[in-house]
C-alpha cells in the first residue's frame, strides 16, 4: 500500500520559516519524482515544486521560487519542504506527491489519490 505522511505543519508569524517532511512507503521512492502541492482556503489545489528522482533538479511555481526549498533523501524515504518568508497567503494544506514523470509533475494537482492526507500551514500574526 502506497503511503505519504506529511508532517511539520502549524502556526508561524508572517516572514517566519517553517520545514515539512513527509515519509513515504509502499512504493520505490528512489524511483519517483516527487511533489509538493497545497491547497488554500476557497482556492483550487496549486502546484508548488518537483524534485527528480536524485535530487539533481528541482524547479517550483513562481509563488514560492525563491522562498521555499524541496529536498529528499533516498536512504530513508523522505521528502522535505523548507518554507521560509513565509506570509499569510501561504496559508493552506500541503501535500506531497508521488508525480509520474519529470514532465507531468504539475499536472499532479488533479490527481489527489497521488497526495498525502496533508498538513496544515497558517500564516497569522
Known amino acids: 500500500e502506497v503511503q505519504l505522511v506529511e508532517s511539520g505543519g502549524g502556526l508561524v508569524q508572517p516572514g517566519g520559516s517553517l520545514r515539512l517532511s513527509c515519509v513515504t512507503s509502499?512504493?520505490?521512492?528512489?524511483?519517483?519524482?516527487m511533489g509538493w502541492v497545497r491547497r488554500a482556503p476557497g482556492k483550487g489545489p496549486e502546484w508548488l515544486a518537483r524534485?527528480?528522482?536524485?535530487?539533481?533538479?528541482?524547479s517550483y511555481a513562481g509563488s514560492v521560487k525563491g522562498r521555499f526549498t524541496i529536498s529528499r533523501h533516498n536512504f530513508n524515504n523522505t521528502l522535505t519542504l523548507q518554507m521560509n518568508r513565509l506570509t499569510p497567503e501561504d496559508t493552506a494544506v500541503y501535500h506531497c506527491a508521488r508525480c509520474i514523470t519529470w514532465a507531468d509533475c504539475p499536472a499532479v494537482v488533479f490527481t489527489p489519490t497521488s497526495w498525502g492526507q496533508g498538513t496544515q500551514v497558517t500564516v497569522s500574526s
Open positions: 509502499g512504493f520505490t521512492f528512489s524511483d519517483s519524482v
Open positions: 524534485i527528480s528522482t536524485n535530487g539533481g533538479e528541482t
